[in-house]
Every structure is written in C-alpha cells, then in structure tokens.
C-alpha cells in the first residue's frame, strides 16, 4: 500500500515540476522574481496534494474493509449451500415451533441406526432365535432368518420398504411386531401426532425378556381359589404405552386404528377423543378428561370411557352435589338409592348396577347394604345369588345369606356373603345354614324359620322317610338318619354292584348291617358326578318283607328272602335240602343243586363232571371244561387258549374284560386254534382280522389289518406297518401303511414311493400329499413362498411350538 501511495505521489508531483522548471526565455519578468512565485504556488499545490492523498487513503481503506466483508458472505453463503445439500440427502426430524405441525420420519425412527425401539425389535428375535429350531424359524420368517441379527435386519428392511403380507398375515409373527409397524405408521401418518415414549418402551422390553416356553410338569390339580379381578393393568407393549399422543385440546381426532385393532392414543395426556363434541366421519375433538369435582348430570359426564381401561377416570356422577367424584375403593363408603329395597325397578335399581347406588364403587366391587361399604368378590357383604356355588362368590368359609337383609332377598331374591348361619338362629333358607337344614321351629307369622339341628346317620329321627332333620335328609326304617350309597356290597358276587344301568363311576356302599334299598331317593342328596343317591336301610330280619325294589336276597340279614312268602328266611344247614331252588337258601359257599340238595362248590382242578345229573357247579370264576375229564378251570386271559364252548379249553374271561373274543389264529387251518384277544387293539401280529368290517385296523395291536390280496381281498391278518425306507403304495393294500411318524413319499402324479419321516412345524412339506407328510394331523400351507408344515404339527402332549 506504501509502495502506491507513493507512486501516486510521485505521479501528482510531474506537472507541477515540469511548471515549475521553465527557462526564462522570452519572459519580461527578473531573473529571480520568477522562481521565487514557482516556489510558492508550488508550496500550495503540495499541500493540496497532501490532502488529496490523505482523502484517498481513506477512501482505499474503506474499499479493504468492504472487500472483507464481501469474503465473509461469500464463505457464509458457501456453508448454507453446503448444509442445504446436506439436508436434502439425509433429512433429519424436524424440531416443530409450537404453531407448527410436525411430521417426524416414523420409518427413521423405528429402523436403522435411530431406531428408538430397536432394543424390542433385539429382545423378540433374540427370544425367536432362542427358542425355535431352524424348521420353526423357517415357518415363521423363512430361510433366510439363522440369526437375532437377521431378524433385526429383515425388521429394518420391511419397515423401510414397505412390509410384505407374509411377514405379519401369520398368526405365528409376534404381535409386538405389529405394535411397533402400527407405531411407525402412526409417526408418518399426517392424520395424527404421536411421540415414542422411552420410558414405555424400556417396560416393554422388560416384559419381553422371557425364558423359552416349556410344558410345566404335571402335578396334583390345585385345590379351587376364589379370585377377585384385578384392577385394569395396561400391556407394557400396547400402543398406548409406547406412544404418547400430541394433539392438543379442540383439535380433530379419529378412530385411528393399526395393528391388531389398538386405537392409537391421539390425544395428549389428560385428552380423550370426544364424539360428542364434533361428529364427522367418525371424527371427534380432543377433550379434556374430566376431573373430580367437575359438575355433572350422568356417569359418562365424569367417565366417558369406563371399564377400566387406560383412559378411565373412575368418577361417577353424584347426583345429590351435581358434581364427580371418585369411584370408592374397597372399605370406602356407598349409599343405595333405594335402601328399603321396596321398589322393582330392574332398568335402574338392579342392586349390582352402579345405577342402583347414589355413592358408587370402582368397577369390580359391589356396596354393601349391611355396612354401606365397598366389598371385592370372594369377601363378606358381596352381593350374591342364592342357590348358586357360594364358593366362586363368596369365596371358602361364607354362603349366601338372604335372612340379614330380607327385602333384598324379597324384592331382588339376592342376598349377601356372610358366615353360615349357626344351629338354632333365624334362617330363611336351608343352604345359609351351616347344617344346611332351615325346617325347624317356623314362625307362622313371619315365614322364618331356624337352622335345625343336623342329625348324623345313626342318630335318632322322628319317623322314617324324609326328614330334613337328617344330613341324608333321610330316616331309616329304624328310626335313625340314614347314610347314602349308589351300590351294594350283599350282591351275588359279594362286590359293588352299582345301580341298573351305566351307573356313577365312584362307587359308595353301605356299612354293616345296611342293605342300599335302590327304590330310596333321599331329596337333594346326590354324589359327585350328580347322580341321585339312595338311602341305606337296615338289614331285615327273618320273618320280615323283603324289599323287592333293590337285590332281594341283599335286604334279608340271613341273605335268603324265600320267594314263596316274600319273607326274609334262615338259610338252611350245610347240606340240606334247599326246596326253594334258590342258591341263597344254602349257606356260604354252596349251592343248590338240581335235586334240591346245598352243595359246595367245586375249587380248581375239581372234577365237574358234566354227565352228572345233579348239576355239579365249579366255584365263582371257575367254568366246567369238557374234556376226557370235566374240570373247574379259571377263564381264558388275553392269549390264552379258549373255547366259546367250554370244549377242551375254557371260555375267555369276558366277565372282567367284556372286549374278548375267542379269536381263530390259524384262519381255519388244520387245528383251528382259538385264543382269546381284545377286539380294542388286541389281536396280535399274524392273527387274522375282520378285514371287510370299517375298523378293521383297530382290531390289531400293530394298526394294521393287512389284506390278503391288492384287489377283492377276502381276509387279512394284523401286520406291523412299513418301516422307514420301505417300499410303499398307496394304491397298493398290501403296501399303503407305514408306521407312525411316517408317510408313504413319493412322486406328483404317482403312487409308488418309500416310507419317510413326516415333519414337524416348518418343515418343507408338498400340498399333493393332503398335510399327510406332516406330524400328528398338521397341515402343509404355503408361506414365505414355499409349502411348510404349519404350527399344528406337534404333540400338544409333550411338545410346544418355539416363541410362546
């Protein structure tokens, strides 16, 4: 800069030189005067020059500084280029001013590197891979998932690019899966603002983080709990946990479902979506939840969405201050409307309806009218109904009590759970008795009664029949409460022998000295499987009536009810001659023979002699086997010989097991050997088989009756099935049955192939074959582009399917 300002200078400086040196040549001036005025103006135009050269360096100052400002801009206007470009390539979320509406990059936000539920996504697959085997994998995602890091990929990916039907159509795909789709949907949606909720998500992942699913052991069946419910608990993977909604009050909301049918919380916190405030096209306003002490004319004013749920406010509308209030817990206090319970109004005044009460409880509970106070299920003064199971109500040690409060029980016939009542106080029903016994001491006038006493079997009663004194509400012939029974140990056989018919599977018989008289039906006793019970009476004794209505001879003390006076009767001596030609008549042990003669019976190995006229008769168990020598011998088992004759072998054992048969195991042969089987599964390998009848296969231990021939087979004979690796047709008879866990494989179009293993859940199936090349009934569906074995394809017995 020095170096042009002088320059300069030296520029300005030449005219005035070159004026001031002229010679003085024609000039009329002296020879000095001249040049002292040169001087002088000289001396004046130097300091002009002086000024003017400070004017310009200011001037060329200020140029240096716009210059500098100049490069500024530029380097300004080159990063905002820059950050432009940057911004168009990788759009970040955008931070909304408060008047803005802000429509976050959902799909950003839920795969990828910003993943904010990237640790749920981590938690299923890590438990998928975990937990299925590559088959199950296959099934659910296909071949390409082996890895948690697969699966977290193919996540990202059907979330960037749009997911495929397949991924989340399968009822097997985890439903946290859908969830967070439906939360990326929702953030891209301009219908709706939402925010990711961390804290909900960091719940979720906790509640996700499980241990493989297994069959639990089984154990004895725990003994029945009363359960009251619990108060509503939200699924820490629900959208309403992992959302938070943003639209504020006044602002549009909708029926904004995804997922498997879950509203998206659109509305801030404390805001509802309210259809009545504004209806269009399913449309409403975000309002705000109402709070206690908001005035009112109804319930839904202070809890438009009741039941429990995430939204509920649980208020109600205290009609008497026209204001909400809270919904009492339990031991807070309720008021009914109608506390005489006087008027039948079951559209309002349904005792259990909240609108029966002007001071309410919380969902779940019901009020008291003993004590005006809010009781849970399975508690004392919890409204019941009687003649119902107490238990599931009230829970164990109360019954329904109707006596406390009797309009309740008059007008709504409900009552409420209490201790049974004790012998002798005022009942109104027998079952809110502890003796289950209300008949004893009834006041005329009011119709109430006490509990009576309950007289166990044995104790004396007022007359025989039935008499709710007694716990069988039954009186013996002897004047004594009777026990009950369903069977009765004095039969034939000396066993319990239920009542005709099928009869109850749990047998119950009297004790000593009793008969169960089958034409007794003591009122509303009956056994565990809700079959009527009978009464047991005391054995008759001789000279008595017999009781023709059960087993005869079982009602006589003796044992022998003579069938020509209908009179229990003494049996005669060992021996004796028995005329009544009953067997009973004899003692035990003999029988009456066919010359009206008691003889004993014959043990085993005995000779019966069957040419003997008398009708000798081998002992209980024991048939007569003709042979060179008649003998008692035991009944044919499963596998031992026989004869439906009795000819040289004995009878199968048809009375303990009525499924045997004496079955022909030679086909007809030379020999015509018979031996006894079950027609359950029992005939074993070679035997022959009912093979034209439709469950032939049943008959044989192996499940398979074989026929003798490919076409018109006429017989077949059991025949284990085909093992793995074995030729197979299935057009072929003689060759369509491979055993269990296999399937005859072959080719489309054909029918001849080897037997092979059948597949479990995710294993590569072909449609051709019905679902028949998967395990235990599964079927072959076509997914993620290739046919698999489905979920069904398991032992629900000893297996699970992967995931839970």
């Keep these: 800069m020095k170096r042009l300002l002088w320059c300069l200078c030296l520029c300005a400086l030449c005219p005035t030189l070159i004026i001031g040196c002229g010679d003085d040549e024609g000039s009329s001036a002296s020879e000095d005067g001249g040049v002292q005025q040169s001087l002088d103006e000289v001396n004046a135009s130097i300091d002009t020059i002086n000024g003017q050269i400070g004017d310009l360096t200011d001037n060329l100052g200020d140029l240096g500084d716009q210059v500098g400002t100049i490069d500024d801009a530029l380097t300004d206007l080159s990063m905002d280029v820059e950050g432009r470009l940057e911004d168009l390539e990788n759009p970040a979320i955008l931070d909304c001013s408060e008047f803005e509406v802000c429509i976050p990059d959902g799909i950003d936000m839920t795969s990828g590197e910003n993943n904010k539920l990237a640790a749920i996504i981590e938690v299923v697959c890590e438990h998928e891979v975990d937990c299925c085997d590559d088959t199950e994998l296959n099934l659910k995602f296909g071949p390409g998932i082996t890895s948690a890091q697969d699966c977290i990929d193919l996540f990202d990916d059907v979330v960037q690019n749009g997911f495929s039907p397949d991924f989340l159509s399968s009822y097997l795909t985890p439903s946290v899966v859908w969830q967070v789709i439906g939360v990326a949907q929702a953030l891209n949606d301009p219908r709706v603002r939402v925010e990711i909720d961390e804290e909900g998500v960091a719940a979720c992942v906790e509640s996700l983080d499980a241990e493989c699913p297994e069959i639990p052991e089984p154990g004895e069946p725990a003994d029945p709990e009363c359960v009251a419910p619990k108060a509503y608990e939200a699924d820490p993977c629900s959208l309403d946990n992992l959302l938070n909604g943003l639209q504020k009050e006044g602002e549009l909301c909708g029926d904004y479902v995804v997922g498997e049918g879950e509203d998206i919380p659109e509305c801030e916190d404390g805001f509802y979506c309210s259809y009545d405030a504004y209806t269009n096209n399913s449309q409403g306003l975000c309002a705000k939840l109402p709070d206690e002490g908001d005035g009112c004319q109804s319930d839904p004013d202070c809890d438009p969405l009741p039941g429990g749920g995430p939204l509920a406010t649980n208020l109600y509308c205290n009609i008497q201050t026209a204001q909400c209030e809270l919904l009492g817990d339990v031991g807070d206090p309720c008021t009914f409307i109608d506390e005489d319970f006087a008027i039948n109004d079951p559209y309002n005044l349904e005792p259990s309806s909240r609108s029966a009460t002007s001071q309410d409880c919380m969902t779940f509970l019901t009020c008291d009218p003993s004590s005006n106070t809010c009781v849970a299920l399975c508690s004392e003064g919890r409204l019941c109904s009687p003649g119902a199971d107490p238990f599931y109500t009230c829970g164990p040690d109360l019954l329904c009590n109707v006596t406390e409060v009797p309009a309740l029980y008059e007008t709504w016939g409900r009552g409420t759970c209490a201790p049974a009542i004790d012998e002798g106080d005022t009942c109104t029903r027998g079952d809110e008795c502890e003796t289950g016994k209300c008949e004893d001491d009834c006041d005329l006038d009011t119709g109430l009664c006490n509990c009576s006493e309950s007289r166990a079997p044995g104790e004396e009663c007022d007359a025989p029949g039935a008499d709710p004194l007694c716990r069988s509400s039954w009186c013996g012939t002897d004047s004594e409460c009777a026990d009950t029974c369903n069977c009765d140990e004095n039969a034939y056989d000396n066993d319990c022998d239920p009542n005709v018919g099928e009869g109850p599977a749990v047998t119950k018989a009297c004790g000593d000295g009793y008969y169960c008289d089958f034409g007794t039906y003591p009122p509303n006793t009956y056994d565990e499987q809700g079959y009527s019970l009978n009464g047991c009476e005391p054995l008759i004794a001789n ?18 009810c003579d069938p020509m006076t209908n009179l229990c009767t003494a049996k005669v001596a060992i021996d004796a001659a028995c005329p009544s030609m009953v067997n009973e008549q004899c003692r035990v042990n003999q029988y009456c023979n066919a010359n009206s003669i008691c003889r004993t019976y014959l043990a085993a190995g005995a000779n019966c002699d069957l040419a003997d006229l008398s009708g000798l008769k081998c002992a209980d168990g024991l048939v007569c086997v003709n042979a060179a020598t008649d003998t008692c011998q035991a009944r044919a088992e499963s596998g031992e010989a026989c004869s439906d004759t009795n000819e040289a072998e004995p009878e199968c054992n048809d009375i303990d097991d009525p499924t045997l048969g004496c079955i022909d195991i030679d086909g007809g042969a030379s020999g015509m050997t018979y031996e006894c089987y079950s027609s359950d599964g029992g005939y074993a390998d070679n035997i022959d088989c009912p093979y034209l009848m439709v469950n032939a296969d049943s008959f044989c231990a192996s499940g398979w009756c074989k026929p003798n021939a490919v076409l018109s087979p006429t017989a077949g004979s059991c025949t284990q ?59 072959c569906i076509f997914t993620k582009d290739q046919y698999l074995c489905n979920a069904s394809s398991i032992d629900y017995e000893t297996e699970i399917f992967c995931g839970g």
């Design 543 to 560: 000279g008595g009536t017999c009781d023709t209505s059960t087993n005869t001879h079982a009602s006589c003390a003796s044992g022998f």
């Design 721 to 779: 099935p085909l093992e793995e690796g074995d030729d197979c047709d299935t057009l072929d008879q003689t060759q369509d049955v491979c055993a269990e866990d296999l399937y005859c494989n072959h080719p489309q179009n054909e029918t001849a192939g080897k037997c092979a293993q059948q597949h479990g859940p995710g294993g590569s199936c072909k449609p051709y074959f019905g679902g028949g090349d998967c395990r235990y009934g599964g079927s």
